[in-house]
């Protein structure tokens, strides 16, 4: 499957945005999907992960009750809303697709879209 991250780009802290991930190629709604970070000199880390169907969906610590991530499997897409902004948010974002959510292995990988939060 093909992934292709969008929506990033500039904002001020406190503001939103929202990523997309737009999947083609094979079945989309047979994967788990998750989005990454990673930020200047810094590790890629998990951000948030939503099931095949979309029940079920977990946050890192860090964007919990800011980030809501949902799955529109009609038009094979993942987004990511992200409200109240920080300056730590800044990064690149990626998203992936797994064969399972509980063990997310990254299978599949799109690029990178920016995200720049200024305070």
């Known amino acids: 499957v093909q992934l292709q991250a969008s929506g990033g780009g500039s904002v001020q802290a406190g503001y939103s945005l929202r990523l997309s991930c737009a999947a083609s190629?094979?079945?989309?709604?047979?994967?788990?999907v998750g989005w990454f970070r990673q930020a200047p000199g810094k590790e890629r880390e998990f951000v948030s992960a939503?099931?095949?169907?979309?029940?079920?969906?977990k946050y890192a610590d860090s964007v919990e009750g800011r980030f809501s991530i949902s799955r529109d499997n009609a038009k094979n897409t993942v987004n990511l809303q992200m409200n109240s902004l920080r300056a730590e948010d800044t990064a690149v974002y990626y998203c992936?697709?797994?064969?399972?959510?509980?063990?997310?292995?990254?299978?599949?990988w799109g690029q990178g879209t920016q995200v720049t939060v200024s305070s």
């Open positions: 190629g094979r079945t989309f709604s047979d994967y788990a």
């Open positions: 939503i099931t095949w169907n979309g029940r079920d969906a």
């Open positions: 992936a697709a797994s064969d399972y959510y509980n063990t997310f292995r990254s299978r599949y």
